[in-house]
Structures are given as structure tokens and as C-alpha cells.
């Protein structure tokens, strides 16, 4: 089709690899429904369109306003209290699981002994199950468990973190210089002891860092689990959403791009404060 | 003075935790009291015996595979539109469409994936389908600022050489950035999809297919059986891709 000098050699190869990917791909189409002329029907446009054109103005009557703080203030609360719980589960657990506090890996060049390593699995286990199953499905679980409201996104927040810190501290143990540790713990020391005076002082401001992060990612995660009724911001832009109150959801959705970006900026002051 | 602010940023945390606990009213003791234990004892215990009829495994099945198929298409899309909005976002059109496009960008992907999804029920009805199209409108923020960065940095020359030999712009971009850009752009979607995989198993919980809306069904039947034979699937879901992407990362990437 085109002239020698300008033909591009990898042509037909690169169009059988797409249309081998499409072959692939077609199945998928078949399963998951992909109906992209939905959005262009008129009655689903109507429908759209009156629910989209309710967001200006945003509702900022007093009484919604009022609601809108309580919800704001719900939804970091969830976060924080998240957070603090499942540090309280996470510290400990990470102490357990760490290699760096092994006493036989001390005297074996950073390497525990088999039984040091197996020992150490029931907790990597229990880490990994906590932090597999994604932390909505836990509200969802702990929705039905201890009934609606901020309890179910507290108790959500702290397992699924519980377990990503509990790992990411383990890590972070074992990623820096070992040698003090294990100079302390073979002069005799205690762990907590070897651990407070050779480990600690080198990965403060890491830990610190990664759990501000977290925090952040808490303020985020607390208002999607809203969704399934685990109270906070959440929880009343799905109750809006049901009620076609567009201004109300715009308004709510404003609020929660301000709550992010101020989360952002506030963890990055800390860590550059505390590091 | 260093010391004395650091001090002062742990007394105003320690008092943000009890103030939170204050504000929730959360009553930790009542939770762990003896009663409220044993009922969520019998109710953990409910979970112990998964449903693993063959029938049921057959709609897991059925539903894990729509999950991938949402996940794999909405990442599609959005590598699609991710690059369509990109390009402009790069700053080859001028700064009024750059800046345009970064805010729509940016507005696409501060909303999160699950808020997408229940508006898009609402417009497009109930089904995989609404979950596709969330997954592509989130993923489509997040890729087409991670191409519009790639734009940026890839180096000009090939495709300046290619212009100055007189090709046309279209042809220009084709074999002179892309070439150099793909492998980055692929890196990309993989990781992509590997995310949203994650959230389309979770999507359902808002009406919008596979996994999360069998578990939410399940869950509101109080069948809880099966809600845990669906968790059970979830699991495995998230483990193999995450081992798939750690041998594929381990096999091209480091390589």
C-alpha cells in the first residue's frame, strides 16, 4: 500500500497482536455487559442530565451545612481512632514477625533458625489475611456484625491497616543496619532493649513518615466505606445519591476534594516536621 | 525550641485520637463485653462452612471472570481516553487546552472509583456495565496524568528528526515518541490493572456486577455460606494477581 522507502516493517505483526488482543478481549465484552451507547440514550440522558444540572448551585443552606460538618468531623474521627487501633495491634505484631529482632539470626549472619522462621509464620499469616481482604468488605462485614455507623468503619479501618503496618513495619526492621541489634543482642540485652537502642533509632523517622501516610490514606478509605453504611461523608453522599438531591452531592463530593487536598498537605508538614 | 514543638505536635495528636473516640462515642468496653463477643463468635461462626456446591462454584466462577473482564476493559478504555487527554495535557496543543485537560484530569481522578460507580447506575442502569465505566473514568485520570508525565520526559529528538525529513506530525509521533514511550505506557496499564482488579471485585457493593455484588446479595440474605465461599474467591483473585505481577515484573521488567 505504501512505497517501499516507507513502509513500516513491523506493520503486520503489530496488527495481528492487536487483533489477537481483540480476539481475547471479546469474551470479556459478552461478560461484562460494555454498553457505551447507554450514556447517549435520551431518557438516560434526561435522567443524567436533571441530576447533573441540580449541582450548581451546591446546597449550602444552614441545616445542611451543619450536617456537612458533623459528617466531615465523623469521617476524620473514623480515621484517627482507625488508625490508633490498629496500631495498637500493628506494633506488637511487627515485633513478632520482624527477622531483625531474632535472637539466633544475631549469631547466623542476619539468617533465623528454621525454628525462628516457622514461628514467625503464624503471624505473617495472620498479617496477610488482615490486609487481603479489602478494607470495604470488612465494614461490610462489620456492618452486619456491630450494626450501622462509625463503629463498623473504625473496626474496618484497624484490621485491614493493622495488617498493611504490621507488614510495612516488619519490612522496614529488617531493611535498615542490623548491626547494632545484634550487637546488643549478643552482649546480653534484651530484645525490647535491643530493639528501643539499635533498631528504633534508625527507623523512627520512616515509620513515622509511612504512618502519617497511612493516616491520609485512612481519610480516604473511611469515606468510601461510607458507602456500605459505615458512617462519616460516605455515608450521606450515598444517602443523596438515592434521593437524586444533586446539589446536596455536589456540594458533599466539594467537601471531600477540600478534605483530601488538606490531609495531603497537613501529613506533608508533619513528616517534614517530624523526620 | 525544636524539641519543644515536637512535643507539642504529640500532645495535640494524642488529644486528636481521644477526642476522636469522644466524638464517635465509641464504647470499646460494650464491644468487648462477654455478650457482644459470643454474638459475633456465632457470627464468625457462620462463615466457618463455605458453600462449595458445584452449582455455587459455577456462579463464582461466572462472576470472577466478569470482575477480570470489567477490570481488564475499564483499564482499556482508559488507556484509550488516557491517552486521548494526555497529549493535550502534555502541552502539544497550546496552554488553554493543556490546562483544560489537567483539570478535567484531575477531577476524574479525585473522585474515587466507588463514587463513580454509584453515579454511573444511576445513568447507566444497574450491572457490569456501570462498573466498567466507572473503573474507565477513575483509571482514565490516573493514567493520562502518568502519560501526559511520560510525554513530558521522553526525549524530542526522534520525532523532530522525522519532522525535519518532512514526515507529518501523526507519523512524527508514531515513530519517533512512541516507540521510546510504549514500554513505559505498558509498565502503566499492567500496574493499572492490577489495581483494578482489586476495586472491581469491590464495585459491586453499589449495584454494579461481579464479585462484590454476589457478596453484598449474599450478605444482605444473611446467607452467609455463601458470602464466604465469595470472600474465599476474592482471596484467591487478589493472590494470583499479585503473584502473576511479581513473576511478570520479576521476567520483563528486571530483566
Given at each position: 500500500m505504501l512505497k517501499a522507502d516507507s513502509r513500516d516493517p513491523a506493520a503486520w505483526p503489530r496488527l495481528l497482536l492487536t487483533l489477537l488482543a481483540l480476539a481475547l478481549l471479546w469474551p470479556g465484552i459478552q461478560l461484562s455487559e460494555l454498553d457505551l451507547g447507554v450514556l447517549f440514550q435520551a431518557d438516560s440522558q434526561n435522567e443524567m442530565g436533571r441530576f447533573v444540572s441540580a449541582f450548581w448551585p451546591p446546597a449550602h443552606d444552614?441545616?445542611?451545612?451543619?450536617?456537612?460538618?458533623?459528617?466531615?468531623?465523623?469521617?476524620?474521627?473514623?480515621?484517627?481512632?482507625?488508625?490508633?487501633?490498629?496500631?495498637?495491634?500493628?506494633?506488637?505484631a511487627s515485633l513478632i514477625a520482624s527477622r531483625a529482632l531474632s535472637l539466633s539470626a544475631a549469631s547466623r549472619g542476619g539468617v533465623p533458625s528454621l525454628p525462628g522462621r516457622l514461628l514467625r509464620w503464624p503471624v505473617r499469616g495472620l498479617l496477610i489475611f488482615l490486609r487481603s481482604v479489602p478494607e470495604i468488605v470488612w465494614a461490610l462485614l462489620f456492618v452486619r456484625a456491630v450494626g450501622l455507623g462509625p463503629a463498623a468503619g473504625v473496626l474496618a479501618i484497624a484490621i485491614t491497616y493493622s495488617g498493611m503496618l504490621g507488614k510495612v513495619y516488619a519490612e522496614i526492621?529488617?531493611?535498615?543496619?542490623?548491626?547494632?541489634?545484634?550487637?546488643?543482642?549478643?552482649?546480653?540485652?534484651?530484645?525490647?532493649?535491643?530493639?528501643?537502642?539499635?533498631?528504633?533509632?534508625?527507623?523512627?523517622?520512616?515509620?513515622?513518615?509511612?504512618?502519617?501516610?497511612?493516616?491520609e490514606c485512612a481519610i480516604r478509605a473511611s469515606v468510601v466505606m461510607g458507602f456500605v453504611g459505615a458512617g462519616g461523608l460516605g455515608q450521606q453522599i450515598d444517602l443523596s445519591i438515592r434521593m437524586f438531591a444533586g446539589g446536596e452531592v455536589a456540594s458533599m463530593l466539594l467537601t471531600f476534594l477540600l478534605l483530601v487536598l488538606c490531609a495531603d498537605q497537613l501529613s506533608r508538614l508533619l513528616r517534614w516536621r517530624l523526620t | 525550641m525544636r524539641r519543644l514543638i515536637n512535643l507539642l505536635l504529640i500532645v495535640v495528636i494524642a488529644f486528636a485520637v481521644f477526642a476522636s473516640f469522644a466524638y464517635l462515642e465509641l464504647d470499646l468496653a460494650e464491644l468487648g463485653s462477654a455478650n457482644s463477643l459470643k454474638q459475633m463468635g456465632s457470627y464468625v461462626q457462620r462463615f466457618l462452612s463455605p458453600d462449595l456446591s458445584a452449582g455455587y462454584l459455577k456462579a463464582i466462577a461466572h462472576g470472577s471472570l466478569e470482575t477480570l473482564a470489567m477490570s481488564a476493559l475499564g483499564t482499556l478504555l482508559a488507556a484509550l481516553f488516557g491517552i486521548v487527554l494526555a497529549l493535550p495535557a502534555a502541552g502539544r496543543f497550546g496552554w488553554p487546552l493543556q490546562s483544560a485537560a489537567r483539570l478535567l484530569l484531575n477531577g476524574l481522578r479525585a473522585i474515587p472509583e466507588l463514587v463513580w460507580a454509584a453515579l454511573m447506575v444511576l445513568a447507566a442502569g444497574l450491572g457490569p456495565n456501570a462498573g466498567t465505566l466507572a473503573l474507565a473514568l477513575?483509571?482514565?485520570?490516573?493514567?493520562?496524568?502518568?502519560?501526559?508525565?511520560?510525554?513530558?520526559?521522553?526525549?524530542?529528538?526522534?520525532?523532530?528528526?522525522?519532522?525535519?525529513?518532512?514526515?507529518?506530525?501523526?507519523?512524527?509521533?508514531?515513530?519517533?515518541?512512541l516507540p521510546n514511550l510504549a514500554p513505559q505506557l505498558l509498565a502503566y496499564c499492567l500496574y493499572r490493572w492490577e489495581n483494578n482488579i482489586r476495586m472491581a471485585s469491590v464495585l459491586g457493593f453499589v449495584g454494579a456486577g461481579g464479585l462484590g455484588q454476589m457478596l453484598y446479595v449474599s450478605l444482605s440474605l444473611f446467607q452467609e455460606a455463601q458470602a464466604s465461599t465469595v470472600i474465599l474467591a476474592m482471596l484467591l483473585l487478589v493472590f494470583l494477581v499479585d503473584w502473576l505481577s511479581a513473576w511478570s515484573r520479576q521476567r520483563w521488567v528486571n530483566a
Amino acid at each position: 500500500m505504501l512505497k517501499a522507502d516507507s513502509r513500516d516493517p513491523a506493520a503486520w505483526p503489530r496488527l495481528l497482536l492487536t487483533l489477537l488482543a481483540l480476539a481475547l478481549l471479546w469474551p470479556g465484552i459478552q461478560l461484562s455487559e460494555l454498553d457505551l451507547g447507554v450514556l447517549f440514550q435520551a431518557d438516560s440522558q434526561n435522567e443524567m442530565g436533571r441530576f447533573v444540572s441540580a449541582f450548581w448551585p451546591p446546597a449550602h443552606d444552614q441545616a445542611f451545612m451543619q450536617l456537612l460538618l458533623k459528617a466531615t468531623l465523623q469521617t476524620l474521627a473514623i480515621a484517627t481512632a482507625g488508625m490508633a487501633l490498629a496500631l495498637l495491634l500493628a506494633v506488637p505484631a511487627s515485633l513478632i514477625a520482624s527477622r531483625a529482632l531474632s535472637l539466633s539470626a544475631a549469631s547466623r549472619g542476619g539468617v533465623p533458625s528454621l525454628p525462628g522462621r516457622l514461628l514467625r509464620w503464624p503471624v505473617r499469616g495472620l498479617l496477610i489475611f488482615l490486609r487481603s481482604v479489602p478494607e470495604i468488605v470488612w465494614a461490610l462485614l462489620f456492618v452486619r456484625a456491630v450494626g450501622l455507623g462509625p463503629a463498623a468503619g473504625v473496626l474496618a479501618i484497624a484490621i485491614t491497616y493493622s495488617g498493611m503496618l504490621g507488614k510495612v513495619y516488619a519490612e522496614i526492621f529488617e531493611s535498615t543496619d542490623q548491626r547494632p541489634a545484634h550487637a546488643l543482642l549478643q552482649a546480653g540485652s534484651g530484645r525490647l532493649a535491643a530493639f528501643a537502642y539499635g533498631t528504633l533509632p534508625n527507623v523512627a523517622a520512616e515509620l513515622l513518615s509511612y504512618t502519617v501516610y497511612r493516616w491520609e490514606c485512612a481519610i480516604r478509605a473511611s469515606v468510601v466505606m461510607g458507602f456500605v453504611g459505615a458512617g462519616g461523608l460516605g455515608q450521606q453522599i450515598d444517602l443523596s445519591i438515592r434521593m437524586f438531591a444533586g446539589g446536596e452531592v455536589a456540594s458533599m463530593l466539594l467537601t471531600f476534594l477540600l478534605l483530601v487536598l488538606c490531609a495531603d498537605q497537613l501529613s506533608r508538614l508533619l513528616r517534614w516536621r517530624l523526620t | 525550641m525544636r524539641r519543644l514543638i515536637n512535643l507539642l505536635l504529640i500532645v495535640v495528636i494524642a488529644f486528636a485520637v481521644f477526642a476522636s473516640f469522644a466524638y464517635l462515642e465509641l464504647d470499646l468496653a460494650e464491644l468487648g463485653s462477654a455478650n457482644s463477643l459470643k454474638q459475633m463468635g456465632s457470627y464468625v461462626q457462620r462463615f466457618l462452612s463455605p458453600d462449595l456446591s458445584a452449582g455455587y462454584l459455577k456462579a463464582i466462577a461466572h462472576g470472577s471472570l466478569e470482575t477480570l473482564a470489567m477490570s481488564a476493559l475499564g483499564t482499556l478504555l482508559a488507556a484509550l481516553f488516557g491517552i486521548v487527554l494526555a497529549l493535550p495535557a502534555a502541552g502539544r496543543f497550546g496552554w488553554p487546552l493543556q490546562s483544560a485537560a489537567r483539570l478535567l484530569l484531575n477531577g476524574l481522578r479525585a473522585i474515587p472509583e466507588l463514587v463513580w460507580a454509584a453515579l454511573m447506575v444511576l445513568a447507566a442502569g444497574l450491572g457490569p456495565n456501570a462498573g466498567t465505566l466507572a473503573l474507565a473514568l477513575h483509571t482514565t485520570g490516573v493514567l493520562g496524568r502518568l502519560f501526559a508525565e511520560a510525554l513530558e520526559n521522553t526525549p524530542p529528538q526522534p520525532a523532530e528528526a522525522i519532522r525535519l525529513q518532512g514526515g507529518n506530525p501523526l507519523l512524527a509521533f508514531c515513530y519517533g515518541t512512541l516507540p521510546n514511550l510504549a514500554p513505559q505506557l505498558l509498565a502503566y496499564c499492567l500496574y493499572r490493572w492490577e489495581n483494578n482488579i482489586r476495586m472491581a471485585s469491590v464495585l459491586g457493593f453499589v449495584g454494579a456486577g461481579g464479585l462484590g455484588q454476589m457478596l453484598y446479595v449474599s450478605l444482605s440474605l444473611f446467607q452467609e455460606a455463601q458470602a464466604s465461599t465469595v470472600i474465599l474467591a476474592m482471596l484467591l483473585l487478589v493472590f494470583l494477581v499479585d503473584w502473576l505481577s511479581a513473576w511478570s515484573r520479576q521476567r520483563w521488567v528486571n530483566a
